[in-house]
């Protein structure tokens, strides 16, 4: 059974950085599309980032563009995303999930299949 495990969240100043990791277990790793998924209290879970299973990395939304920075790590079955300058606008929990095999990281949350419980990410102002 897929599992999806991330870590990493806090609460951070604004202009701070965070690192979230989402270690996988249970399946192939490698040949999949991962994504970051992110749900503000009272709105609709955005997309936020992803990389596809060959390491392609899908346009990052206006929000985060130039902040954040999605890697994944086949040999550790791992996927980070590097948050820098953060804003408290950026205050959430934060989702890894995996898309459908051999497929792109698409920002559509309905082409991933397997979530991960969620870690929380407090930037204070």
């Known amino acids: 059974q897929v599992q999806l495990v991330e870590s990493g969240g806090g609460l951070v100043q604004a202009g701070g950085s965070l690192r979230l990791s989402c270690a996988a277990s249970?399946?192939?790793?490698?040949?999949?599309?991962m994504g970051w998924f992110r749900q503000a209290p009272g709105k609709e879970r955005e997309f936020v980032a992803g990389?596809?299973?060959?390491?392609?990395?899908?346009p990052y939304p206006d929000s985060v563009k130039a902040r954040f920075t999605i890697s994944r790590d086949n040999a550790r079955n791992t996927v980070n995303l590097q948050m820098n300058s953060l804003k408290p606008e950026d205050t959430a929990v934060y989702y890894c999930?995996?898309?459908?095999?051999?497929?792109?990281?698409?920002?559509?949350?309905?082409?991933?299949?397997?979530w991960g419980q969620g870690t929380q990410v407090t930037v204070s102002s």
């Open positions: 249970g399946g192939t790793f490698s040949g999949y599309p």
């Open positions: 990389i596809g299973w060959g390491g392609g990395i899908t």
């Open positions: 999930a995996r898309g459908t095999r051999l497929g792109s990281a698409k920002t559509d949350l309905l082409a991933y299949h397997y």
